[in-house]
């Protein structure tokens, strides 16, 4: 039984399958409502620059470390390094993915909620209104409620729990494989009719016309967690990806491609916000109320508004599914491979305890705001606990492990796909960056973020 489940072991049918799912998860909330924010706070186009130098620097080493670990052992996160190192403890670091990915979901489900709900809100017209004050009691009543915020929560997990239970190929993929197009032209749209707004060149030079006085260490730091989230890595999301993966696929090549793809949907978002939000006066340094407060103002002061915001929302709720398919399938895979549990057993498990995890997130703006952990909310301290210190974690271990522990030889051949790439150039980058910049740089951010060391 056990070896027929393994025979049987799913993986993405086509490259651009594997593409489609693995910018799936890169591109979710974080190009919408992440970096859009921390650009803005952060003095715009010299952030860009900075936050690309960290992409490719950091977050780009240890992704192709998750597919390579990951297509090596064709295993989840745990499996893959009990496969590789059976005698040593290094399956913690995919345990503490699988927890990240619990942690992760919880207050990512109550955003995505959010979204939901503004789907609908603007539809009916609820938030018809170019006044900033009562959007922001739109949002609020929302947020402080009880029932609605997890009534919405619960609905996406319903959608995500029946995509993934489909499977990987009919699930994941397929899925993905629509909704990256949809997204895409969706912003495209978008962009558009941003543009053609009388006064949206203050938008763009905002977005491009770097100013390097604004770059400070605290800037730096931002961009290096950003890059890290973006790209979904440190948590195993990558590793359970990656053992889908074909062995044909030239792995550092697809690398590259998500990186760059996922930085101009990020890019194209902040052409769909900035240049809406200075051509109506705005101030873009809004923070993460951006989305909900400033968006539907935006649109509404301009003409087909109501359409364009549906619109909007829709994206956004399509980017953040393939993200959420990624997170989800870290415990699926494991659950199913460690444990031997059926898919159905585990996607309904692993819902159940989201929900119930998450419900605390929602709650932490109306019945559950007094509790706090460590002086935070349930949202905040999920939000802390993943960002500023497992995703940075599991990056250093997993770097570590690639560079120090599975052996020069062994990550070469997975590399090189036993040496039929050319790729030799790029694997000796890549081995010096993994062995010595990634850990130390993250060592940094992570230090930093704990208030460990100051800068
Ligand atoms: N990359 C996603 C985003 O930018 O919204 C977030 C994310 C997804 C983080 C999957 C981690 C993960 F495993």
């Known amino acids: 039984m056990k070896q027929e489940s393994q025979n049987k072991r799913e993986g993405f049918s086509s490259s651009i399958g594997v593409i489609a799912a693995v910018l799936g998860s890169a591109v979710g909330l974080g190009n919408i409502w992440k970096f859009p924010y921390v650009t803005g706070a952060n003095g715009g186009a010299a952030f860009i620059l900075v936050y690309l130098v960290c992409l ?11 597919h390579l670990i990951g297509r090596a052992t064709k295993s989840n996160a745990v499996g893959a390094f009990k496969k590789l190192q059976p005698r040593r403890p290094w399956f913690l670091v ?8 619990f942690l992760i979901m919880a207050f990512y489900t ?46 996406v997990l ?21 909704l990256m197009p949809m997204l895409f032209i969706l912003l495209v749209i978008i962009d558009i009719r941003s543009l053609s707004l009388p006064g949206a060149s203050s ?13 400070t260490v605290s800037a730096i730091l931002a961009a290096l967690g950003l890059a890290f989230f973006k790209l979904s890595v440190g948590m195993g999301a990558m590793i359970t990806y990656g053992s889908y993966v074909d062995k ?37 340094k809004a923070g993460p109320p951006l989305l909900f407060i400033i968006i539907p103002t935006v649109f509404n002061s301009m003409p087909l508004g109501r359409i364009f ?65 460590f002086g935070k909310t349930f949202f905040d301290f999920f939000d802390f606990a993943t960002s500023n210190v497992l995703l940075p974690l599991g990056g250093i271990f997993i770097a570590l492990f690639a560079g120090w522990q599975w052996g020069y030889a062994n990550v070469k051949r997975e590399m090189t796909n036993e040496g039929q790439l050319r790729n030799e150039g790029l ?14 740089a993250i060592a940094i951010i992570l230090l930093t973020g704990l208030n460990i060391i100051h800068i």
Do not use: C, H
């Open 110 to 155: 109550t955003v995505v909620g959010w979204v939901y709900a503004y789907i609908f809100k603007s539809a009916s017209g609820a938030l018809l209104t170019n006044k900033p004050q009562q959007t922001t009691q739109v949002f609020n009543s929302l947020i402080s409620g009880v029932a609605e915020p997890l009534f919405w929560q619960v609905l």
């Open 309 to 373: 915001m549906v619109l909007f929302f829709l994206l956004t709720a399509f980017a953040a599914t393939g993200a959420m398919l990624s997170l989800l399938e870290v415990p699926i895979a494991y659950f199913t491979e460690e444990y031997q549990w059926s898919r159905r057993k585990a996607t309904l498990i692993t819902i159940v305890g989201i929900g119930l995890l998450g419900s605390t997130a929602t709650l932490s703006n109306s019945v559950l705001s007094n509790v706090l952990i």
């Open 427 to 440: 694997f000796k980058v890549y081995i010096v960056l993994v062995r010595y910049l990634v850990p130390i």
């Open 94 to 101: 995919g345990g503490a993915g699988v927890i990240s990915a």
């Open 248 to 284: 044909q696929e030239n792995l550092p090549k697809m690398a590259v491609k998500v990186a760059l793809s996922d930085t101009l949907v990020s890019l194209m978002a902040g052409i769909a916000i900035f240049p809406a939000v200075f051509a109506f006066g705005f101030e873009p």
């Open 158 to 178: 319903i959608v995500i729990g029946i995509i993934i239970m489909a499977g990987v190929t009919k699930g994941i993929e397929r899925v993905t494989k629509f």
């Open 56 to 66: 490719a620097l950091v977050g780009l080493p240890v992704m192709l470390s998750e």
């Open 203 to 215: 938008g763009l030079a905002f977005l491009f016309k770097p100013d390097f006085s604004k770059i």
